[in-house]
Structures are given as C-alpha cells and as structure tokens.
C-alpha cells in the first residue's frame, strides 16, 4: 500500500485468531466491494493452522480465491514462487511473477523459458489467462497526508485515515477495510462502564449484566479482577442493581451459608456475579455453580487451558489463540450462542474488597 494509514485494518501472523476472523468476514461477505491483500502466503497459512489444525491454512486460502472469484471482494496475494503451480492457486488467471531470471526459476513457477524477465529488481513476468508480458514494478509516489489533498474518493470515505483502527506490523500483514484489531495484551483504563476491549474492532465494551455473570478460569487468570471490575461498572451505571446483586468470589469454595444465600437470590431472579476455578466448574453438574452456569452468561479466562472448552457448549477452537493461553484478563464472553472475544480492564476501585457482598 502507497500509505498504510488507508487500510482499514493490519494483522501480522501473531495474532492468528484476528486473522482468521478477517478471513471468515470475507467469506461471509462482508468485505464486499474492499480489497484483502495477503502477504507471505506461507506464514498466514502456518498461522491459520495453529488455529485449525494441520492443512486448514491452505483450504482457508483456496476458499479466499474462489469466493473472489465470485465477485464478494478483490484479492491480491503475495507469495514464493513455490506456490505458483499449486492446485489451490489454480484458479488465480491474473498473475505477476517477480525475480524469473533463468530457466530453473521459469520451470519453478510453472511457465515458459521464454517467459523469462531481467535480473534487475522489480522486473517480472505479468499473465493474463493465455497472454504475458514483461512488467517492471515503480515505485508509486508518497500520498498527501492533509485530507484537502486527498483524492475524492478517499475524503469522501465513511472513515478517514485517522479514524480507522489501525496495528502497524513490519511483518506479514493481512490488510482489509473492515476493522478486526488484535486485542491488546494489556488494558490499563477503560470508560467506567466497560469491562474491557472486546469484539472485532477491539472497543470498550460490556455484556449484558442484568442476568448476572458467571467468571470462570484458572489460577491467575484474572477472576477476581474481572469481578472487581463488574461491581464497578454497576456502581457506576446502576447502583440499584449494585446493591440488590449477589457477588461471590471462589463461588466453587464457598462456606454453606454463602451457598444458601446465591440458591435464594437465584430461585427469586436475583442477578448473581461469582468467580469460580475452570477445573471445578467443568466437574460440577448439580449445585449452585452449575445453576448459575445454566442460567447466567460466560465470562471464560484462560479458554484453552484445562477443561474451559467443556464449560462453552460450542466449538472455541477459531477463538483459542496459541499464542496467549494465559493471559490474564484476556477471554472469552459467551451469551445466547453468541462469543465475544475480551480482554478485562485492570483498573479496579478498592471498594469491591473492602465491601464484599456475600
């Protein structure tokens, strides 16, 4: 890109759930009429297999092609020479081979030896169904950076360039103007009502509270931060539900008596607000906990370590990033099927801890 502050969104290979997101929302369509460049074919295909499994990388690309192909986005990919005479590739008829200087390079990437270019940089061989040429790559000029130079077509955009989320990577960068962020792996503020940084675009956001929240994961995965943080948001925006709710750090620990007092608020409607250990909550079918698991949204730390895949109902393996299995505060909230990748706000107030509820 002449100025990668234009692109709405720039993924590097180590966040791989935020680029197979990126990949899915293409599939989906709604990319339509944008432009997804993919660079170094083989890195996001590794990086997408550490998501999937071993192979899925290649199938994620082929489908990228096709559906192309059928008019649902541009797509420009970049990639060895290598990947030139494979089947999935098959289907790309517009192609621009760089650096096929010699007849071993020509047999390589699948063509002629008369198709063959200088041993210059930027020299190449462009195809076009059964027609070729020579092509030498420019470099294009820097574009203004003022919005009154800007051509029209950008200036009158729904975003401009300042206002469009963007991660700059020196590295493989998948590139779309749909908005999917990496979420940051530390959030130190957020707005009062927010939980944290969630969703695709990686804003400040919240779920709904009112029918309480169940907070599982593993030591040191952030719960009782998270819990913390909840009483929080209430105070802020609803302190009636912040006074009549239930919360219960180590609801899985619980004396009798705290036990006995979530069964009464939960029987009458009551929102209640618990942490409780992934390893516990995945072996509890009866009792408090697996109530409030039934009745209450997910907020789920830690996802792929230990048992949390149990405790979701639906497939996490697109959302589990192998990268971060633990770390704290980055999860995932789970409500009516619907999964909202999060990562908690530290900052809480010392309230919660000095006026526990139960």
């Known amino acids: 890109m002449p100025n990668a502050a234009l692109a709405g969104s720039q993924l590097d290979t180590f966040h791989p759930c935020e680029v197979l997101r990126l990949t899915q929302l293409a599939l989906e369509g709604k990319l339509r009429g944008q432009l997804l460049l993919i660079d170094d074919l083989d890195c996001v295909g590794e990086a997408i297999d550490t998501?999937?499994?071993?192979?899925?990388?290649?199938?994620?690309?082929e489908k990228l092609v096709n559906a192309s192909r059928r008019g649902l986005f541009a797509l420009a990919l970049a990639g060895d020479l290598a990947n030139a005479p494979m089947r999935w590739c098959a289907n790309i008829s517009q192609r621009l081979y760089l650096g096929v200087c010699s007849d071993t390079l020509a047999d390589q990437a699948g063509l002629k030896?008369?198709?063959?270019?200088?041993?210059?940089?930027?020299?190449?061989?462009?195809?076009?169904?059964?027609?070729?040429?020579?092509?030498?790559?420019?470099?294009?000029?820097?574009l203004p950076t003022s919005a009154a130079n800007l051509p029209a077509s950008v200036v009158d955009s729904p975003a401009s360039a300042s206002d469009l989320p963007v991660n700059p990577s020196d590295t493989t960068t998948a590139l779309a103007a749909a908005p999917v962020v990496a979420l940051p792996e530390i959030v130190l503020t957020c707005p009062p009502w927010a939980l944290g940084l969630g969703g695709d675009q990686a804003q400040?956001?919240?779920?709904?509270?009112?029918?309480?929240?169940?907070?599982?994961?593993?030591?040191?995965?952030?719960?009782?931060?998270?819990?913390?943080r909840v009483y929080d948001i209430l105070q802020a925006t609803d302190p009636t539900l912040a006074q009549?709710?239930?919360?219960?750090?180590?609801?899985?620990?619980a004396c009798p008596s705290a036990i006995n007092t979530v069964e009464t608020a939960l029987d009458a409607g009551t929102p209640v607000f618990a942490t409780a250990l992934t390893s516990r909550a995945a072996n509890t079918y009866s009792g408090v906990l697996a109530q409030l698991r039934s009745l209450s949204p997910l907020l789920l730390l830690a996802p792929g370590l230990g048992e949390g895949t149990q405790l979701a109902n639906v497939r996490l393996t697109r959302w589990l990033d192998p990268h971060r299995q633990h770390l704290p505060g980055r999860g995932l909230v789970i409500a009516s099927?619907?999964?909202?990748?999060?990562?908690?706000?530290?900052?809480?107030s010392p309230t919660f801890a000095a006026n526990p509820q139960v």
């Open 337 to 348: 099927s619907q999964i909202t990748p999060i990562q908690i706000c530290q900052n809480t």
């Open 113 to 142: 030896r008369c198709q063959q270019a200088p041993n210059q940089v930027g020299a190449g061989v462009l195809t076009l169904a059964s027609h070729w040429c020579a092509a030498q790559i420019l470099l294009a000029p820097v």
């Open 244 to 253: 009549h709710a239930i919360f219960i750090d180590n609801l899985d620990q």
């Open 51 to 61: 998501v999937l499994g071993l192979g899925e990388g290649r199938d994620v690309l």
């Open 204 to 228: 400040p956001w919240c779920p709904q509270l009112s029918q309480g929240l169940a907070i599982i994961g593993p030591a040191g995965s952030g719960r009782s931060t998270a819990l913390a």
